[in-house]
């Protein structure tokens, strides 16, 4: 797929260029019939200033999209708007609906136009229903206070398969810390 990128030279222009080439998406120097236009500006406003031909299907980019917004970039022929913090993944999904021909807008301004009010957005993190047997011990003594050295006696074990056993639990519960492993544990009933 052939993408031109224009709009004023910004920061919201500089992202949408940096999440193509992390998708992998090269981009045109020039429109041409077969591309689509992403126009990136800081408003929906800007952006549509910036699209001078019509003939080409456009992305626009921005860094905020209201309701209102929305209607006045639909009048004037675009379907497909994401926010400037979308990723590459979502970039790239509005560059096919566009290609497509499709629509493609952000939930909560879809919401509004529809006449709703939007639901905040819920991201519950993925929580393993059950550890194994070492990872549920190495977190109760964890939440016990016990640093590697005697969690490692405490379990006949070296300190670095309580490191390691630590890491793999870190990483399977999404946690940042020690602590965040605990309380993310107490919460959600693992130990």
Do not use: F
């Amino acid at each position: 797929m052939l993408v031109h990128v224009n709009g004023p030279e910004s920061a919201v222009r500089a992202t949408v260029l940096s999440a193509l080439r992390d998708a992998g998406v090269s981009v045109s120097p020039a429109a041409s019939p077969d591309a689509v236009v992403v126009s990136a500006a800081g408003t929906v406003d800007e952006a549509l200033a910036g699209w001078a031909s019509r003939e080409y299907p456009v992305v626009v980019v921005a860094d905020t999209v209201s309701a209102d917004d929305a209607r006045r970039a639909v009048r004037s022929g675009v379907k497909t708007m994401v926010r400037s913090n979308a990723g590459p993944n979502q970039l790239v999904a509005a560059l096919h609906s566009a290609r497509d021909g499709d629509g493609r807008l952000p939930h909560e301004v879809l919401v509004r136009l529809l006449g709703g009010t939007p639901e905040p957005p819920v991201s519950a993190p993925r929580i393993p229903t059950r550890l194994t047997p070492r990872q549920t011990a190495v977190l109760t003594l964890m939440a016990d206070g016990h640093g590697n050295a005697a969690i490692a006696e405490a379990l006949a074990c070296s300190e670095h398969t309580v490191k390691n056993v630590i890491y793999d639990l870190m990483a399977r519960l999404h946690v940042r810390n020690r602590a965040h492993a605990v309380a993310l544990a107490v919460r959600t009933g693992l130990i």
